[in-house]
């Protein structure tokens, strides 16, 4: 005889027990809903309680700073063109540190992430702080680490670029390894059995697989350097932020040149995610967008 646990289910019990798991699962979203609803409201009001000004006092004059650029733009925009020059040795710097960052960035971390990859690591041992390293590197944002080599170095494009290098390489460093995951061991064991070294395997049995992944998340960071580079400028690290930041003072009368700035930077964030997108679309589907894009 079989105990009633043992019987087989019908229909009827199967259906009941899914809708009792999704009412379970419904109630612990609701749940989970509603402590992150009473988290935001609860730091909201504890961020403006901690504000200078308030928030519910200011927020009609958020739109303020907004117009007087707007305002000076327009009333002299005959002068945009010469701002545009002006400023353009400075974006140039501004490039040049993103550049420079997103190489020597993504040399490090092609090399960290196969430490830190399983099955490649010379040694296994070598994952686990090889990882973490990474995590500490993607962790600490650049304006910090910035801002303390400022301290020692002074101000300048190569603090800003040695910032962005070390963020770039713990970014990079978790893509690459997930990306060398993936990649077939085959001819890394190929190699291996031909006498080949550690350092040969990984550049001739892994790179060549992995390589257009690599570019390809190497042109995204490289997007996002030139912001973060600008961004760094704010806080004397050289390029166009720190020029930024000097016109930008109110009461100066240079809110026409701070919009030709603007106006600089929005050009050139288009214009490189354009051609990154362009080579990152080559990259990842090859010969088909090539195709398309003749099509087109």
Do not use: C
Not at 74 to 92: D, F, M, Q
Not at 121 to 135: E, H, N
Not at 199 to 209: C, E, N, R, T
Request: aromatic share 8%; net charge positive; glycine share 10%.
């Amino acid at each position: 005889m079989t105990s009633a646990a043992d019987a087989p289910q019908t229909t009827t019990d199967i259906r009941t027990d899914y809708l009792a798991q999704m009412r379970h699962k419904r109630m612990l979203n609701l749940i989970l809903l509603l402590v992150f609803a009473a988290l935001m409201v609860s730091g909201f009001y504890t961020a403006d309680a901690r504000n200078a000004g308030g928030f519910w006092n200011g927020w009609r004059q958020m739109l303020d700073f907004p117009a007087d650029v707007v305002g000076e733009a327009i009333e002299r925009a005959h002068l945009l063109p010469g701002y545009l020059l002006k400023y353009l040795p400075s974006l140039l710097e501004t490039i040049n540190i993103a550049g420079a960052a997103t190489l020597i960035g993504a040399l490090i971390a092609l090399f960290a992430s196969m430490l830190a990859t399983r099955g490649l690591a010379p040694a296994g041992w070598l994952i686990g702080p090889v990882r973490r390293l990474l995590d500490v590197l993607r962790a600490v944002p650049e304006i910090v680490v910035a801002l303390v080599l400022i301290f020692l170095l002074g101000g300048g494009p190569v603090p800003a670029m040695i910032a962005i290098a070390l963020h770039t390489v713990g970014a990079l460093g978790k893509l690459f390894s997930e990306v060398n995951e993936n990649a077939s061991l085959k001819p890394v064991e190929g190699l291996a059995s031909t006498g080949g070294s550690w350092m040969q395997q990984m550049m001739l049995g892994v790179v060549p697989q992995v390589a257009p992944n690599y570019l390809s998340y190497a042109l995204l960071r490289f997007e996002i350097n030139i912001r973060a580079s600008a961004i760094l400028g704010f806080v004397g690290a050289g390029g166009i932020g720190y020029d930024l930041r000097n016109t930008m003072s109110w009461g100066q009368g240079k809110f026409d040149e701070a919009a030709a700035i603007f106006l600089l930077l929005f050009g050139t964030i288009i214009i490189v995610d354009q051609i990154s997108s362009h080579f990152r679309n080559r990259l990842t589907h090859g010969k088909a967008y090539k195709d398309k894009g003749a099509v087109l």
